[in-house]
């Protein structure tokens, strides 16, 4: 098994649609992201997770709303999105270290399009 | 503002050359700095990470620290088409949680 699973790969929905990305890590980490990544913009945190405790909260539209039932278990869920929040959502794992938290290991992505 | 910087390319370096890949960062508290490579259409992944001013080697790869001038590197030594791929520089301080600070990227093309 990969590391950092997401699902869907890609994920086309109308505005008026209630969907969910998934995302498992298998290593073993206690905090996990979701990142979103535009064309030509810097990646941006939306969500963080510490222990199952929401941590960061980076002024994300209520239109996306994250959930994390447990330390390798999170999602993402998605309704009455915009066209412009089609991008490459990310969902990333990191260990806990002395240094906070270590090197961040992604998944592959889902690419969401919003018609 | 926690601002990183790079130089978004195109970078193009024939094969055999060495790439040098820079990064700038405003946040003079960052401690630990981070390159990841993305390939066209996929996630990035993490080739290095210091923490320490100066050189950390791996291979054909060596990150450059230097908090002082607020300045990260990475040179690829020996290029090959396969690294040709976007390089992004993350940088994260001791106060700042589980934010990791991006920059945009540069691209890199490795000729033939």
């Known amino acids: 098994e990969t590391g950092v699973t997401q699902t869907p790969r890609h994920l086309v929905m109308g505005m008026t649609n209630k969907k969910s990305l998934k995302c498992e890590q298998h290593l073993g980490h206690n905090a996990m992201y979701w990142y979103k990544q535009s064309a030509k913009k810097p990646l941006e945190l939306m969500f963080v997770y510490n222990f199952k405790e929401q941590t960061e909260n980076n002024s994300v539209p209520s239109r996306f709303s994250p959930e994390c039932p447990n330390s390798s278990h999170l999602f993402l869920h998605l309704h009455t999105l915009q066209p412009e929040d089609s991008a490459l959502y990310l969902c990333?794992?990191?260990?806990?270290?002395?240094?906070?938290?270590?090197?961040?290991?992604f998944g592959e992505g889902s690419r969401l399009t919003v018609l | 503002q926690k601002e990183v910087e790079q130089n978004s390319g195109p970078l193009s370096v024939p094969e055999g050359a060495i790439a040098s890949l820079n990064c700038t960062y405003s946040?003079?508290?960052?401690?630990?700095f981070f390159w990841y490579r993305q390939y066209s259409g996929k996630s990035p992944e993490l080739i290095m990470f210091i923490y320490s001013n100066g050189d950390k080697e791996d291979g054909r790869f060596t990150a450059q620290l230097n908090k002082a001038s607020q300045y990260v590197s990475l040179l690829i030594r020996d290029s090959q088409p396969s690294d040709s791929a976007t390089y992004l520089c993350?940088?994260?301080?001791?106060?700042?949680?589980?934010?990791?600070?991006f920059g945009t990227g540069t691209s890199l093309t490795v000729i033939p």
């Open positions: 990333a794992s990191s260990p806990i270290t002395d240094r906070g938290s270590g090197e961040l290991f």
């Open positions: 993350a940088v994260k301080g001791w106060n700042t949680g589980n934010q990791f600070y």
């Open positions: 946040d003079r508290g960052s401690q630990s």
